[in-house]
DNA sequence: CTACCATCCTGGTTGC
DNA sequence: TGCAACCAGGATGGTA
């Protein structure tokens, strides 16, 4: 999916034409993505106002008039988009078009249905299933080397695995943890609970620079990811290791150059000789 | 707690 | 060219 980056990308494209708009139409198209829309979603939104535009993790956030908030995910495949585009007939996989008083179509686009939208009161939003167990914004001060050793303070599993549970640290998927580790100079394959100390301050400060990195660049590009406004990102030309098997490492000139593993069924990518 | 696997779904790519 | 297998940015729930 869209990860974090791909998501503030998105949130940011949205923001300028939804923030402070009015949804005059919205339409679901089918009546479920990964869990169903809640009963009358359509016709509850019908008429409110967007007041903000936000990301959490890689959720986000359409907070809306009436104290509740649209929650959506674009899972592996999603994609929103904000055009002004009349009349032009929904794609087979649009399951959301929603019109704004100004005119702007939104379209919720997911061929493959991971994603999801729903509607949550703002009472109930922190403490939401969704939500509530997710880890530290890994952008914010919050998430500091102390507070990411805590966090993975004895756990056996692979460094690499850790950071792709977002009750470690939110919003990082299989692109930016063999990233992040990279930058650190840390194997994906190291356990976490032995990731303290200076290891601990260079892989947070790697999930912090390249997740930034990214952002810049309007996150990455492949396969389905596009930005609100339909362009491409272009951080996949600054991808150190993900998707280069056998290619050169930018940093050095060791013989094998990177190298590709599988863990928890997801490929890793890596340079052995960098990264410890 | 952990590892591992299957599952949701579609479509693009690869290999025979 | 056809077709089947495999692969994909995520998350969850079950098993051992």
């Known amino acids: 999916m869209p990860e974090l980056p791909e998501v503030e990308t998105v949130v940011r494209g949205l923001r300028p034409k939804l923030a402070g708009r009015r949804l005059v139409r919205v339409e679901t198209r089918r009546k479920d993505l990964r869990i169903p829309f809640p009963r009358r979603f359509a016709e509850r939104l019908t008429g409110r106002r967007v007041e903000a535009v936000e990301r959490r993790a890689k959720y986000i956030l359409l907070r809306l008039d009436g104290a509740e908030t649209v929650l959506a995910h674009l899972g592996m495949a999603g994609r929103m988009t904000i055009r002004l585009r009349p009349n032009e007939p929904p794609d087979k996989h649009d399951h959301v078009v929603m019109i704004t008083d100004e005119g702007w179509e939104f379209r919720f686009n997911d061929v493959r249905r991971f994603g999801l939208m729903t509607l949550v009161a703002d009472a109930e939003l922190d403490s939401h299933p969704l939500l509530a167990e997710i880890g530290p914004e890994p952008l914010s001060a919050e998430f500091n080397a102390k507070v990411f050793e805590a966090a993975i303070a004895g756990r056996r599993t692979p460094i690499k695995a850790a950071l792709l549970d977002q009750k470690t640290v939110a919003g990082i998927g ?7 580790l990279y930058r650190a ?8 609970r032995t990731c303290k100390g200076e290891r601990a301050v260079r892989i947070v400060a790697g999930i912090k620079a390249v997740l930034a990195d990214a952002i810049k660049a309007g996150g990455s590009s492949l396969r389905d990811y596009v930005q609100a406004d339909g362009e491409l990102g272009y951080f996949q030309s600054q991808w150190a290791v993900y998707d280069r098997e056998g290619a050169r490492c930018p ?18 990518y890596f340079c052995p000789s960098r990264q410890k």
């Open 251 to 268: 940093g050095c000139d060791c013989r094998g150059g990177i190298k590709r593993i599988v863990q928890s069924n997801r490929s890793t």
């Open 174 to 180: 299989n692109i930016y943890a063999s990233e992040a």
């Open 185 to 192: 100079g840390v194997s994906p394959k190291r356990l976490a």
